[in-house]
Each structure stands twice: as C-alpha cells, then as structure tokens.
C-alpha cells in the first residue's frame, strides 16, 4: 500500500473525527491507535466488509444479529444517521446494498458525505489487511522481529496484541486488544476466542509489552498466557508463541520453554542456550497485574 493511501486515510479521519491529528503510516498504527474513535472506525470497517457477504452458514444467527446491532450503532455515531432508520434498511436490504445504493440510505447529503468516507475507509482498511497478510510468521526469529516493529510507538503503556494466522502462518490480521497502565493490562480470554474464530484463523501469536522495561516474564504473564493457551486449544487453535517485547528487545515464551499446548509443526522454535534460559527464568521481576 503506498503513501498516498495512507494520505488519504488520515485526510478522511480528519473530516470524520474533527480535530483529530492522527496520522497514519502502517496497519498497527489503525488498530493499535490509542484513540477510541479510531478504533471504532476499524471495527465498523470490518463489520462492513464481513456483513457484506450475508450470513455465514457456520456462525450463530444471534452472532450475526449481535453484530448488525453494533454496525447500526457505529454507522448512527459516525454519520448521523438514525438507528432505527439504519436498522430498518439492514432488515429490509442487507448490509451489502450499502455498496450498491448509498444515497438510499441517507437523509441529508451531509450523511451522504461521511457514508462515502466511512465506505472508502472501509476499502482502504480492507486492502491494507491484505497487504499484511504478506507477513509469515513462522519462526520465533520471524515473530520477534514482527512485534519489536509492531510496538515501535507503544512504549508509553501496556499493550496486549495478538497476530492471527492462516494455515499458512500469515497474518490474517494483527489487532491490539487490550491498552492497559504501565504496568498492567486487561485481558479477556472470551473476546480472544472471538476474534480467532471470526477471523477463521488456524494459529495466533501472542504478544505484549513491558514499558516499566522489566525484561523478563512476570507471574501474572504466565497465568495469563496458561489460561488463552487453554482456551484457544480448546476450539482447536494452535499458540505459536508469546512475544514478550521490552523496547528494542523481545524475548520468545516458545524459546524457554514454556508450554503453549498444542504444537503448530509449522512454526520453528529456535534453540537457545541453557545457561541463559535458566537465567531468564530464575528472575524475579516486579509483578505485573493481569485483570481478566
């Protein structure tokens, strides 16, 4: 995706969000954007560009309903349309005529407008997720050096992010889904198993970071990564590894040892020396609060 695109997407944020000064140079800086807004923005992207399709004949008709809601939610907040005039143009036409007949669904050309934003966002957004897919994350080395990059302008606070993988270790998609203090973030395993499953992936890749630069895996850490692993095998989805990120540094759970479940044959763990797995583990670092 060149620069231009990114261009745009930041132009678009500024005529959608008032004010807002974001500016956007890779997929990390969308869904891992400490601003609420634009978060949300990601989130309808996505909701637009999956609803489109219709149902999906393996997932809940609640799911769907649940999500038709949410879509209606963001569209209203984002463009002024109405909920309940949103909500009655999904039952009637289905997400997909969006696309094919906007102005139907409008009032004002002011709505007009931010629809055709939020619908070129939604493009845009789509496309740059295709372009990460490009991304393999096969290997602790790979793995490593993705998130070190991936956290390059999160060192203020703790992020929790996940890298969601296809069966052939691409990046289906990387999201941030927690953004917690400096020494804690909130997880919650039910939105993880959420999220893989509705992005039909095959493996993840776990990461966070440690911005108070404790370089070593903390209690809480472990409990926490012992209870996703639990979870995620549990629907049959493969943890790759754990990516503990410190600055420029980044320090592999796969590589010390530390049990992840199920093995994904795909991924290589690369070997360390003892000495200094043992020396990894022997630390006692300050605690790191995980709230679930």
């Known amino acids: 995706m060149d620069g231009d695109s990114f261009l745009r997407i930041t132009e678009i944020f500024g005529k959608l969000l008032p004010g807002n000064t974001s500016e956007i140079h890779s997929l990390a800086d969308l869904t891992g954007n400490p601003d609420p807004d634009i978060r949300e923005l990601c989130e309808t992207a996505e909701l637009m560009s999956r609803l489109s399709r219709g149902r999906h004949p393996m997932k809940k ?12 939610e963001l569209i209203s907040k984002f463009t002024g349309i109405s909920k ?9 036409y289905g997400v997909s005529e969006l696309f094919r007949c906007p102005y139907a669904f409008v009032k004002s050309e002011e709505q007009a407008q931010k629809l055709e934003l939020m619908l070129e966002f939604m493009r845009l957004y789509v496309n740059l997720s295709i372009d990460e897919k490009k991304h393999v994350l096969n290997s602790t080395e790979s793995a490593r050096e993705y998130f070190i990059k991936f956290y390059i302008d999160k060192l203020n606070k703790e992020y929790f992010s996940i890298a969601f993988q296809d069966a052939q270790s ?15 973030a909130v997880i ?9 499953l509705f992005t039909d992936s095959v493996s993840v890749t776990l990461s966070h970071n440690h911005p108070a630069c404790t370089e070593y895996p903390t209690e809480a850490d472990m409990i926490a990564t012992k209870e996703l692993v639990k979870s995620l095998n549990a629907v049959d989805i493969y943890v ?3 990516i503990l990120v410190v600055g420029s540094k980044a320090i592999s759970f796969a590589e010390l040892g530390i049990d992840l479940g199920l093995k994904n044959r795909l991924f290589k763990v690369t070997d360390i020396d003892k000495q200094a797995q043992e020396r990894i583990m022997k630390k006692k670092p300050a605690k ?5």
């Open 240 to 242: 790759n590894d754990h």
């Open 288 to 292: 790191t609060e995980y709230c679930r």
């Open 188 to 196: 919650y395993p039910r939105e993880v198993i959420k999220e893989a």
């Open 84 to 92: 309940i005039r949103a909500a009655a143009f999904f039952a009637e």
């Open 170 to 184: 691409r990046i289906i998609k990387s999201k941030v889904l927690s953004i917690g203090s400096v020494r804690e």
């Open 61 to 72: 008709e609640s799911q769907y309903d649940s999500d038709i809601t949410r879509l209606t």
